[in-house]
């Protein structure tokens, strides 16, 4: 939380913009890659709780990216563009939607079986700082917002926050199990 108000306090770094394709599809690329190998950390000892939440969070992440992309996208439309039929073809047939769409229902499925796996103060407070965290990296990472030191320092935040919860939950685990 003191993470996500120390990023919030401070003014934007820059007018965001549409990114570079290849720029893109390599950031997806690597969040799909840290949202499945989140899924896998059940296998390695990380509580289904936390491993299915910290996925939840990075794919509703991806979400949140889409959305901005949609928004940026139809922002780049000339002045005057008529809503129909431009504005709505060009949003019907933008992949930005169809991610918004998807990565809704897989971070839906995960979160699910996240709650039906585990405490909902842990799912819902992972889900959200990693679902939150993921549309500030992609916007200083492809979208071209400039990082202040205290946006920098609450992400480092938000992510020693989620270490926490997982280091603290998979002790807990082991003293139950213990028990």
Do not use: W
């Not at 720029?23 to 690597?30: L, T």
């Not at 969040?31 to 939440?53: K, Q, W």
């Not at 991806?62 to 504005?87: C, K, Y």
């Amino acid at each position: 939380f003191a993470g996500v108000v120390m990023v919030s306090i401070v003014k934007g770094g820059g007018e965001s913009r549409l990114p570079v394709a290849f720029h893109a599809v390599v950031f997806f690329a690597v969040v799909i890659g840290l949202a499945g190998a989140a899924f896998t950390m059940g296998r390695i000892g990380i509580s289904n709780e936390f491993s299915l939440a910290l996925s939840a969070g990075l794919t509703f992440g991806l979400a949140n990216v889409s959305v901005a992309l949609v928004t940026l996208q139809m922002n780049a439309l000339p002045e005057g563009t008529p809503v129909f039929p431009d504005m709505a073809v060009r949003l019907l047939t933008g992949i930005p939607l169809y991610g918004v769409i998807v990565f809704n229902i897989i971070g839906s499925v995960f979160y699910q079986t996240a709650f039906a796996n585990g405490r909902a103060s842990i799912v819902a407070s992972v889900c959200t700082i990693i679902g939150n965290t993921v549309p500030i990296v992609a916007a200083i990472a492809i979208l071209g917002e400039k990082v202040r030191p205290l946006h920098g320092a609450g992400i480092l935040v938000v992510l020693l926050g989620a270490v926490v919860l997982a280091v603290g939950n998979r002790n807990s685990s082991r003293v139950v199990a213990e028990a």
